[in-house]
């Protein structure tokens, strides 16, 4: 999702642990009201090949944007595993103006320092822009998990879209707090691992 304008929008994002869904149940969440995804498409050093078909089947039901993210490795070295996951997205014919999104949270998946962290990151999010253009790269994290990270004051990813979550089941941003030189937020994750037309989501807002 490249955003213009601010609207509204209920939407749900899915990890790798829930497999393939089914159009049934895409299509129910399209009929409770959600209009955006984002689906992991890469966890650890794993493609998520439920990823392509769940993508499908997000647009068959009505979805209009269909974002992907990436959880990552320090065990593999930043760029290429961007590199992959993205060509095999792009030839598989599923990126089509929309977005990456990296995952930064869980420091024990990280490098021990936050020095190395802030060079990892980095090249994973020059890696994403060079393949895709900056507006189409997005971090997801919060004031927490980037504190423990990179730092709360590294402005390092600003200039990037942020999706944060915080679990307060309120679709609103006035709980967001200033961090890592983001004054304001793009997507709210508000709800997760919840249970819905028999998958589990975890629910967002923009």
Not at 18 to 29: D, K, P, R, V
Request: aromatic fraction near 16%; proline fraction near 2%; include cysteine.
């Amino acid at each position: 999702m490249i955003f213009i304008t601010s609207l509204a929008t209920r939407g749900i994002d899915v990890s790798y642990y829930e497999g393939a869904i089914s159009q049934a149940s895409f299509n129910c969440l399209y009929n409770n009201g959600y209009r955006f995804m984002v689906i992991e498409a890469q966890i650890g050093s794993t493609f998520s090949d439920s990823a392509l078909s769940d993508y499908s089947r997000a647009k068959a039901a009505g979805f209009q944007y269909v974002d992907f993210y990436i959880f990552p490795t320090t065990k593999k070295d930043g760029r290429s595993q961007v590199r992959e996951t993205i060509q095999r997205l792009q030839n598989n014919g599923v990126m089509n103006g929309n977005m990456i999104w990296l995952d930064v949270e869980n420091l024990d998946l990280f490098y021990p320092t936050q020095a190395q962290n802030r060079q990892f990151i980095t090249e994973m999010l020059d890696e994403m822009s060079n393949m895709l253009g900056a507006n189409r790269v997005g971090v997801y994290t919060n004031w927490y998990q980037w504190e423990d990270i990179v730092g709360w004051d590294w402005a390092g990813a600003s200039s990037h879209q942020l999706w944060y979550p915080h679990y307060d089941d309120w679709q609103s941003f006035d709980d967001f707090q200033e961090f890592g030189g983001w004054s304001e937020p793009n997507i709210k994750q508000y709800a997760g691992d919840e249970s819905e037309c028999s998958t589990t989501v975890d629910r967002n807002f923009y």
